[in-house]
């Protein structure tokens, strides 16, 4: 049987992210039959869609099923592609969002999804996970359910190989209900409402000037954080497995990570409105 690993440790020594598939966005429309529902992935950098495949996870199963490969996608650079559900979602997609073509899209069962389930993408060779969106079982009634509505991932943040709730935003169930020009009458176009293709990933605007995360490895259970600017900061420390292991301020520069087991994890450092994001090991 395969076994997947987490991005975070296969990336860790390097602080570059670039190459990379990032998952973007995830919409559940209103229209007759529940369509579009639509993925939006992010090819940062050179591309090549060749290694990488889609799998999802529905209602409370605990198996990756379904699996897509994204290889007709070809090789992309800085560029959003997408992947529709089968069964006459790509005529309404494009018809709800202009920037959708043909061209950069794949119909997929993949997609065949409601709001509470799951989707990944793995490196097809390796059986890395690059990025994921949903944990735990159903969805239902969690924070990151997309039924009949969309989730974002937000400017800034990158995909860790796992599921960070605070990267994304959500929007309240059954918001869609009542868009899209596929209704009778007509409402507004979905693209008024959720606004495809304008995820910024690498922007100086998120990133804080003069950053230092050290030491790494961590040893002594004290983690020091320090920038150009005196500014207050604020922690958070995410496992591997996209659970928040700490939240904590910056205090004289450092954080006490002593109650952290050994392992790697992901910390995300907040200062004057900006947000960057370290790969951590701590022993």
Same mark, same amino acid.
Not at 42 to 63: H, I, P, R, S, W
Not at 191 to 197: A, D, E, R, Y
Not at 231 to 244: H, N, P, R
């Given at each position: 049987?395969?076994?997947?690993?987490?991005?975070?440790?296969?990336?860790?020594?390097?602080?570059?992210?670039?190459?990379?598939?990032?998952?973007?966005?995830?919409?559940?429309?209103?229209?007759?039959?529940?369509?579009?529902?639509?993925?939006?992935?992010?090819?940062?950098?050179?591309?090549?869609?060749?290694?990488?495949?889609?799998?999802?996870?529905?209602?409370?199963?605990?198996?990756?099923?379904?699996? #897509?490969?994204? %290889?007709?996608?070809?090789?992309?650079?800085?560029?959003?592609?997408?992947?529709?559900?089968?069964?006459?979602?790509?005529?309404?997609?494009?018809?709800?969002?202009?920037?959708?073509?043909?061209?950069?899209?794949?119909?997929?069962?993949?997609?065949?999804?409601?709001?509470?389930?799951?989707?990944?993408?793995?490196?097809?060779?390796?059986?890395?996970?690059?990025?994921?969106? %949903?944990?735990?079982?159903?969805?239902? %009634?969690?924070?990151?359910?997309?039924?009949?509505?969309?989730?974002?991932?937000?400017?800034?943040?990158?995909?860790? %190989?796992?599921?960070?709730?605070?990267?994304?935003?959500?929007?309240? =169930?059954?918001?869609?209900?009542?868009?899209?020009?596929?209704?009778?009458?007509?409402?507004?176009?979905?693209?008024?409402?959720?606004?495809?293709?304008?995820?910024?990933?690498?922007?100086?605007?998120?990133?804080?000037?003069?950053?230092? =995360?050290?030491?790494?490895?961590?040893?002594?259970?004290?983690?020091?954080?320090?920038?150009?600017?005196?500014?207050?900061?604020?922690?958070?420390?995410?496992?591997?497995?996209?659970? #928040?292991?700490?939240?904590?301020? =910056?205090?004289?520069?450092?954080?006490?990570?002593?109650?952290?087991?050994?392992?790697?994890?992901?910390?995300?450092?907040? +200062?004057?409105?900006?947000?960057?994001?370290?790969?951590?090991?701590? +022993?």
């Amino acid at each position: 049987m395969k076994k997947f690993y987490s991005l975070s440790f296969i990336l860790f020594a390097s602080a570059a992210f670039s190459q990379t598939p990032v998952i973007t966005a995830l919409v559940d429309g209103p229209c007759p039959g529940g369509i579009p529902k639509v993925l939006e992935i992010y090819a940062n950098g050179v591309v090549d869609f060749t290694k990488f495949t889609l799998e999802n996870q529905t209602n409370a199963n605990t198996t990756w099923t379904v699996p #897509q490969s994204l %290889g007709s996608l070809g090789t992309r650079t800085n560029e959003f592609v997408y992947v529709i559900m089968t069964n006459g979602s790509l005529a309404t997609a494009t018809t709800e969002f202009p920037g959708i073509v043909a061209g950069n899209t794949i119909e997929s069962s993949t997609m065949n999804l409601n709001g509470d389930d799951k989707v990944r993408i793995i490196n097809t060779v390796t059986s890395v996970v690059i990025d994921q969106f %949903g944990s735990g079982g159903d969805g239902t %009634g969690l924070a990151w359910e997309w039924l009949d509505s969309y989730a974002k991932r937000k400017n800034g943040t990158v995909p860790t %190989g796992t599921f960070v709730e605070a990267d994304w935003t959500f929007t309240p =169930v059954n918001t869609l209900d009542t868009a899209g020009l596929c209704l009778t009458p007509p409402a507004a176009q979905l693209q008024t409402i959720v606004s495809l293709g304008n995820f910024t990933l690498s922007n100086t605007e998120f990133e804080i000037s003069g950053l230092s =995360v050290y030491p790494n490895p961590v040893k002594d259970g004290t983690l020091y954080i320090t920038s150009n600017s005196n500014s207050s900061k604020s922690v958070e420390i995410y496992d591997i497995l996209g659970k #928040q292991a700490l939240k904590a301020k =910056v205090s004289n520069n450092a954080v006490n990570v002593s109650n952290l087991k050994g392992g790697a994890y992901i910390v995300r450092i907040t +200062e004057d409105g900006k947000t960057d994001t370290r790969k951590l090991l701590i +022993e």
